[in-house]
């Protein structure tokens, strides 16, 4: 399982490992191309992450074992991401009370892609799965680390400059427009 780098603590300046807050995970080693923009986002937030392969078809017994022991690894959201028939963010939120952000993936055996996304959109009521869109990994990192920033004080600081700093390009780019 791949860790996220040490993080810097502001009190003292040293680098420790942090414990993994979020879970990324995905159905093959195909799907890292997409999901590193959720790894690479949460680094610009100083999140720790976990990032591995399980796939739901392929190691069901790893994929159970992995969402029922999340939340006492000290994981606070997974993000899962699949292509194709994509049932591994469904299955993964239909066994852990984490919160599970979905990735649908455009894979090579993919339908365009609307295999994966209707996959994860469409879970039953009871097994709800926050769906982003089609190959939008960067989004999940987000999502996750607003949904984290809501309970710590330092994460949602630098979700919220993150926030802030879209609209300061957007604005700069008006500007330009006005030139």
Same mark, same amino acid.
Request: net charge positive; charged share 25%; glycine share 8%.
């Given at each position: #399982?791949?860790?996220?780098?040490?993080?810097?603590?502001?009190?003292?300046?040293?680098?420790?490992?942090?414990?993994?807050?979020?879970?990324? %995970?995905?159905?093959?080693?195909?799907? =890292?191309?997409?999901?590193?923009?959720?790894?690479?986002?949460?680094?610009?937030?100083?999140?720790?992450?976990? =990032?591995?392969?399980?796939?739901?078809?392929?190691?069901?017994?790893? #994929?159970?074992?992995?969402?029922?022991?999340?939340?006492?690894?000290?994981?606070?959201? %997974?993000?899962?991401?699949?292509?194709?028939?994509?049932?591994?963010?469904? #299955? +993964?939120?239909? %066994?852990?009370?984490?919160?599970?952000?979905?990735?649908?993936?455009?894979?090579?055996?993919?339908?365009?892609?609307?295999?994966?996304?209707?996959?994860?959109?469409?879970?039953?009521?009871?097994?709800? +799965?926050?769906? +982003?869109?089609?190959?939008?990994?960067?989004?999940?990192?987000?999502?996750?680390?607003?949904?984290?920033?809501?309970?710590?004080?330092?994460?949602?600081?630098?979700?919220?400059?993150?926030?802030?700093?879209?609209?300061?390009?957007?604005?700069?780019?008006?500007?330009? #427009?006005?030139?």
């Amino acid at each position: #399982m791949a860790k996220s780098k040490p993080v810097k603590h502001e009190k003292d300046n040293q680098s420790k490992t942090e414990p993994a807050l979020v879970g990324i %995970i995905m159905g093959s080693d195909s799907d =890292l191309p997409v999901m590193q923009a959720a790894a690479d986002i949460l680094k610009q937030f100083e999140i720790a992450f976990d =990032l591995t392969i399980v796939s739901a078809h392929r190691t069901p017994k790893r #994929m159970f074992e992995y969402a029922a022991a999340a939340k006492e690894k000290g994981l606070k959201v %997974i993000i899962a991401g699949a292509g194709g028939a994509a049932h591994l963010p469904g #299955m +993964v939120a239909s %066994i852990t009370t984490l919160p599970v952000i979905g990735v649908p993936i455009k894979s090579s055996n993919s339908i365009d892609g609307w295999d994966s996304v209707l996959s994860i959109l469409q879970m039953p009521n009871g097994i709800p +799965v926050a769906t +982003v869109a089609l190959n939008a990994a960067k989004n999940a990192g987000i999502l996750a680390a607003t949904i984290i920033g809501a309970f710590d004080e330092n994460v949602g600081k630098r979700v919220k400059k993150f926030k802030d700093g879209l609209e300061e390009e957007v604005l700069i780019k008006v500007s330009r #427009m006005k030139k």
